[in-house]
């Protein structure tokens, strides 16, 4: 596609509930990244795919979460047993890398509401 | 490991003046340097970057940055602001080995008063 798209934009989910959220990078494109954007907050790192590399999983915050990445581009974001804490926009970004230009396009968000 | 700090949470300035938004980074390995501007409601968006040769760069909307390396910053400049650039702005950094993992700073908000 001409762009990263995310889906869904909006999700409200009852806490303890599972949610997926994904991503379609821009076509060709090696790393991917997730991050998430607390109201009013900065971009908080979750994690990054990069080509057939294991994905740097440092930044997700709990267990809870988990995130595959299928064939080199598709990705879901699974966030299990939901808590109010993770109510929050997550982003997902994508860039062509090993390159001079590596760029990173962002996606809209999902923005996650958990009651 | 690398960082990236905007010691500014937010800037308010009035219309027309001139600002700077700060970045310093560390990392032990070169880098990348960006600047992203996130508007209300909206996604990121690239602003500029500098990759090499001239360390001064411009971007869109009449913003520059200037990459000092003996610094290690590189600070986003305009020389009069509007309204509308009442934004989020983040600085980040990839390095340049293998990761090229892209890290954000924590933003600065720009607040633009009439």
């Known amino acids: 596609g001409a762009g990263v798209s995310q889906s869904p934009s909006n999700k409200v989910t009852e806490k303890g509930k599972d949610v997926e959220l994904r991503c379609d990078p821009i076509?060709?494109?090696?790393?991917l990244y997730w991050y998430r954007q607390s109201l009013g907050q900065g971009l908080e790192f979750l994690i990054y795919?990069?080509?057939?590399?294991?994905?740097?999983k440092s930044g997700l915050p709990s267990d809870r979460f988990s995130a595959e990445r299928t064939g080199g581009s598709v990705s879901t974001l699974t966030i299990q047993r939901t808590q109010q804490e993770d109510s929050a926009v997550y982003l997902c970004?994508?860039?062509?890398?090993?390159?001079?230009?590596?760029?990173?396009?962002f996606g809209q968000g999902t923005r996650l509401t958990v009651v | 490991a690398q960082s990236v700090t905007q010691l500014d949470s937010q800037v308010p300035v009035f219309e027309e003046a001139p600002v700077e938004l700060r970045c310093n980074y560390s990392?032990?390995?070169?880098?990348?340097l960006f600047w992203y501007v996130q508007y209300p409601n909206q996604g990121l968006q690239l602003l500029l970057k500098?990759?090499?040769?001239?360390?001064l760069v411009k971007g869109i909307n009449g913003f520059e940055a200037e990459f000092n390396k003996s610094q290690t910053s590189f600070h986003l400049r305009k020389p009069s602001v509007h309204i509308s650039d009442t934004a989020e702005y983040f600085c980040?950094?990839?390095?340049?080995?293998?990761?090229?993992?892209?890290?954000f700073g924590s933003g600065t908000r720009l607040l633009v008063r009439p």
């Open positions: 970004a994508s860039s062509f890398v090993p390159s001079t230009n590596t760029e990173a396009f």
């Open positions: 500098y990759l090499s040769g001239s360390t």
């Open positions: 076509s060709g494109h090696t790393a």
């Open positions: 795919f990069q080509g057939n590399s294991a994905p740097d």
């Open positions: 990392s032990s390995v070169s880098v990348y």
């Open positions: 980040a950094v990839t390095r340049m080995d293998s990761s090229y993992k892209l890290i």
